[in-house]
């Protein structure tokens, strides 16, 4: 993680790190104000915060009251040697808490990851750079090294040279990587999660059998998602970039609905109209894109390669970035090679899908087989004994399709997790299960999957297989667990140089009739490659491009952005825009309009309902407020702070809207129930002179919106290598 340091005035300094801002002071004695607490007191307070997290974790997934559990830790500092000093951390528990759990809680303090760091005795480098900003060396642990050189199968270059090779990438965009986590819980399985040290929300994970693997995977997806603009799906560009001669690629083509809203000639082709407007309902203008709100330049189009004849098909990017999410996409040292992975992980999600959704119970793998390959074997044993049943699955359906499965209960919870992983080779396969499976997960962590069920109709839920798109913790059927198998198993083997697996991989969708566009991006230095295959490798419902379309936000975003510069007549029309869309009321305006906001201010809570609640206020339409305060306050997951102010609200409405009430008589307890500042702006917005309490104004200049702005300018740096590439720079 990255934190940048501010010097502030007399001795007081800001850290800066993702959205937090933390201060800190020295006390008087040492010629401070005393206005906050020392670095030191910070770190002190961190141990006992991660001590008292795992217990909270430990106590959580047990359903085990933390109300009566205490913490506290004291540093005794040896008179001798100042920087010598025990930590002691003492807990005080309930006596109806069992003796197991007791010892759990104890052991669960000593995982805290502040004290396992100090026992490791962290090193510190300290060095002087020219310029802090354009320092994007990558601070990922593996040097190239002329003397090793380790091949795994599936690689066509060494994971030290790729390493090396796609962190140069990153290096020459400006974009600094972090590593911010590593997980190795079991034997051979290794996930880590790295980012972009600017711009946070730019992310990815990776795992492996190695650690080494797993850093070329997390590094691989980066750069993939780089590619494909995926890092900024459904997210405002900003006018500058929206405005520039293209908004994603040079080779963009933007084409004009036509009459009555009719979809251009020039995009899609017969058969993918076939599948995406089969009952012409599908117009123009719900495939105007997103990022750039460019209504008036008509639909954005990106340029594929049909593999059936090599023709050019035109995809409108609202309806990939609609329909596919990350599903097929990869970089890799060569094209085939990321050929191979795309189509792997297409077959992966597809035969997940399908074996999920028929209920399919699938048969064990043969431990004379397993026993081929012993680092799987040992990383289920060290799962097993952590009281964890563990089944291996041949997922290929009968040897078509090169699909694996491990599966994991949860004694503990009765909750499963079903993991999958593809590859041509048998061995890789099983392997990306089983470290799919602990990507980025503790223990603890697996406290969280659901049980399984014999309800067909949660299995088949739409949403079912986007949380298992997500992150695998979707819903799996009791079927799924049947000792009588539904397919013979098959020790399959689709194997060769990448070339000619890529050539297999393609050839199993044509045996099954469906046509695969490609587009290939080699402009960052790297071969990356996008594979769609339409009624196969979506992860929403078509029926979503015109019913839960992304570009939604366009109806709504200037004028939310722009909010306390409407009139009432406007206000009021947005009131009503939103009082007559589908949208939930829960939904956020982050989702809704496409614009990141510092989650830790109101504008990063704020939901539509608490939109319109705001909306109503200004207006003086009470009592539609004081209805929606109470929906507010009913399933409220805010703030304290923001729930003790409708709270208010709430009795200052009641009393407004009651004319046998005075507020006169009222307003002394209200103050001291919830404070001077509170109750001015409750006041202030029945009265009309505050509006829309709690929301700093912007505009789509996206003025003060640092966390957004961060986002853009990472896309700028990938915008400005497009164009620098084809000439436009």
């Keep these: 993680m990255e934190i940048n340091v501010n010097f502030l005035d007399n001795l007081r300094l800001e850290a800066k790190f993702d959205d937090f801002t933390v201060i800190t002071d020295q006390p008087i004695r040492y010629k401070g104000d005393g206005s906050a607490p020392s670095p030191f007191d910070y770190f002190l307070a961190s141990s006992a915060m991660c001590a008292a997290y795992f217990v909270k974790v430990y106590c959580k997934a047990r359903d085990i009251p933390t109300d009566n559990i205490r913490l506290s830790q004291n540093n005794i500092v040896d008179p001798e040697n100042r920087y010598n000093q025990i930590f002691r951390i003492q807990v005080q528990l309930p006596e109806d808490i069992s003796e197991k759990d007791r010892q759990g809680i104890l052991r669960s303090i000593d995982r805290c990851t502040v004290k396992k760091v100090i026992q490791t005795g962290p090193q510190f480098q300290i060095e002087e750079v020219a310029n802090l900003d354009e320092d994007a060396q990558a601070l ?73 693997a797993a850093l070329c995977s997390a590094l691989g997806e980066f750069i993939e998602r780089l590619n494909c603009n995926f890092f900024y799906n459904d997210q405002f560009f900003g006018q500058e970039i929206a405005h520039s001669d293209f908004v994603h690629y040079p080779n963009e083509k933007w084409f004009q609905p036509g009459p009555n809203d009719a979809l251009p000639p020039e995009i899609l082709d017969d058969y993918c109209l076939a599948i995406y407007n089969p009952e012409g309902e599908l117009g123009g203008s719900n495939l105007i894109d997103t990022n750039s709100g460019r209504t008036d330049r008509g639909i954005c189009s990106l340029p594929f390669v049909r593999q059936s004849d090599g023709e050019t098909v035109y995809f409108p990017s609202n309806l990939i970035e609609n329909l596919f999410l990350s599903n097929g996409m990869s970089a890799g040292n060569t094209l085939a090679e990321a050929q191979v992975q795309c189509l792997s992980e297409i077959f992966e999600r597809a035969v997940k899908k399908h074996i999920i959704e028929e209920e399919i119970a699938l048969p064990d793998v043969p431990d004379e087989v397993l026993a081929k390959y012993p680092g799987i074997v040992e990383g289920i044993q060290a799962l097993e004994e952590q009281g964890f049943p563990v089944l291996v699955k041949d997922a290929s359906l009968g040897g078509q399709f090169p699909v694996m499965c491990v599966t994991l209960m949860n004694p503990r919870t009765g909750g499963v997790f079903a993991s999958f992983g593809a590859h041509p080779s048998f061995e890789v396969a099983l392997e990306r299960s089983l470290t799919e499976l602990l990507q980025g997960r503790s223990f603890e962590g697996l406290n969280d999957v659901p049980p399984p069920t014999f309800n067909s109709q949660a299995v088949t839920e739409p949403n079912n297989f986007v949380e298992h798109f997500i992150d695998s913790t979707g819903v799996v059927s009791w079927r799924f667990f049947s000792a009588r198998a539904d397919e ?95 949208v939930d009321d829960y939904t956020d305006i982050i ?108 505009s789509m200049a996206l003025e003060g919106l640092e966390k957004h702005q961060r986002l853009i300018e990472s896309y700028r740096k990938l915008h400005a290598a497009r164009a620098a590439r084809a000439g436009l720079a």
């Excluded at 990153?170 to 972009?196: F, Q």
């Design 591 to 698: 989702t809704l309009i496409g614009i990141e906001f510092d989650e830790n201010t109101v504008w990063g809570q704020l939901t539509i309902l608490e939109l319109k609640l705001l909306i109503n206020l200004a207006l003086q339409r009470f009592d539609d407020a004081l209805d929606q305060v109470e929906m507010f306050l009913q399933y409220n997951d805010n703030t304290v702070a923001r729930g003790l102010f409708y709270q208010a609200m709430r009795a200052v409405l009641e009393i407004t809207l009651d004319e046998e009430l005075s507020l006169d008589d009222y307003r002394h307890n209200l103050t001291r129930m919830f404070g001077q500042q509170t109750m001015a702006a409750v006041e202030g917005s029945v009265d009309g002179s505050v509006r829309f309490h709690g929301l700093e104004p912007t």
């Design 488 to 582: 013979d198993f098959c020790e399959w083997d689709f194997s060769g140089g990448n070339d000619e697996e890529a050539a297999r991989l393609f050839g199993i969708l044509r045996e099954l009739d469906k046509e695969a566009y490609v587009a290939v991006y080699e402009e960052l230095g790297a071969p990356a490659c996008r594979i769609l295959v339409p009624d196969f490798s979506e992860v929403y419902p078509v029926e979503d491009l015109v019913w839960d379309n992304t570009n939604m936000a366009l109806d709504y975003r200037e004028d939310i952005l722009n909010l306390h510069r409407l009139s009432d007549d406007q206000l009021a029309a947005l009131l009503a825009r939103l009082e007559d869309s589908l």
């Design 140 to 212: 990922l642990m593996v040097e190239p090294d002329a003397d090793h050189h380790t091949f795994i199968e599936g690689k066509d270059l060494p994971l030290e040279q790729t390493i090396a090779n796609m962190t140069a990438i990153l290096e020459t965009l400006g974009m600094k990587i972090e590593i911010a986590s590593w997980r190795n819980i079991v034997p051979h399985v290794w996930s880590l999660h790295i980012r972009d040290a600017a711009s946070p929300m730019c992310f990815t994970n990776g795992k492996g059998a190695t650690k080494e």
